[in-house]
């Protein structure tokens, strides 16, 4: 059954730049199939630009990914780290995710488009920032394409496992929404990986996307993280202490 991707979305949006939110937490079977049914908007949210929703598994070389259904991922676009904090404080919904892992993040370029984000986030594959970085793709997947789609995301994904300077990464889907959430050591690891020629799995998805696209509506994100939070069972993300450095 296809439901709406949409969770939160607010029609007025500033020109300032988002601060981005990423949450991932295991919420058990049940709650996670809740979290993932809903069809009404979380209405009434200070600060909520647009939020998204999927269910989480590690990224796999395997044509038809196997989500447990107890992690659950929420990416969400704010005003200011104001309104996190009082979603975060004061709203019920944010308990389910309070024990696990949480990161803010700033846009530092963009590729497409997406609800929640402005136009004019620099679309320059250059940018001055080379600490941890963290890419957010998201995707309204036309179902006509999800053969091809599925076959690009395998051999992509293997390429990012396999890349030198990734710590860490999921995919979220919930169906016609699909994205992924991906960690490095560096934007320069990032870009290796992205556009190198060692391993062609991300370019050749790139261009596979850019004859016919998969999607609707896509949308690839670099971003810089400033504040992490928590941890997840087994393999975890960019840990606290890793944004001394470049923080600091």
């Given at each position: 059954m296809v439901v709406s991707n949409l969770l939160i979305i607010r029609l007025e949006e500033a020109d300032v730049t988002?601060?981005?939110s990423v949450h991932i937490a295991d919420v058990g079977r049940g709650a996670a199939l809740r979290l993932l049914s809903k069809r009404t908007a979380l209405a009434g949210v200070p600060g909520l630009r647009n939020a998204n929703i999927g269910a989480a598994t590690p990224l796999s070389t395997s044509l038809l990914p196997s989500p447990s259904f107890r992690r659950v991922g929420l990416i969400a676009f704010w005003d200011d780290d104001a309104a996190i904090e009082s979603f975060l404080r004061s709203d019920s919904r944010a308990a389910r995710f309070a024990d696990g892992w949480s990161a803010r993040l700033e846009p530092l370029r963009m590729f497409g488009s997406w609800p929640g984000l402005p136009d004019d986030i620099n679309r320059s594959r250059h940018t001055d920032y080379d600490g941890p970085a963290l890419v957010l793709t998201f995707g309204r997947l036309r179902l006509t394409q999800t053969v091809r789609f599925l076959r690009a995301s395998a051999k992509a994904a293997g390429?990012?496992?396999?890349?030198?300077?990734?710590?860490?990464?999921?995919?979220?889907?919930?169906?016609?929404?699909?994205?992924t959430c991906s960690i490095w050591e560096s934007a320069r690891a990032l870009s290796s990986y992205a556009y190198?020629?060692?391993?062609?799995?991300?370019?050749?998805?790139?261009?596979?996307?850019?004859?016919?696209?998969?999607?609707?509506?896509?949308?690839?994100?670099?971003?810089?993280?400033?504040?992490?939070?928590?941890?997840?069972?087994?393999?975890?993300?960019?840990?606290?202490?890793?944004?001394?450095?470049?923080?600091?």
């Open positions: 988002p601060v981005v390429a990012a496992i396999a890349a030198p300077g990734a710590v860490w990464a999921t995919a979220l889907a919930r169906p016609p929404f699909v994205a190198g020629t060692n391993d062609r799995g991300h370019p050749d998805a790139m261009e596979s996307d850019s004859a016919k696209p998969f999607h609707r509506r896509s949308a690839f994100v670099r971003l810089r993280p400033y504040r992490v939070e928590g941890s997840l069972g087994g393999a975890n993300p960019l840990a606290a202490g890793a944004l001394a450095a470049v923080t600091s």
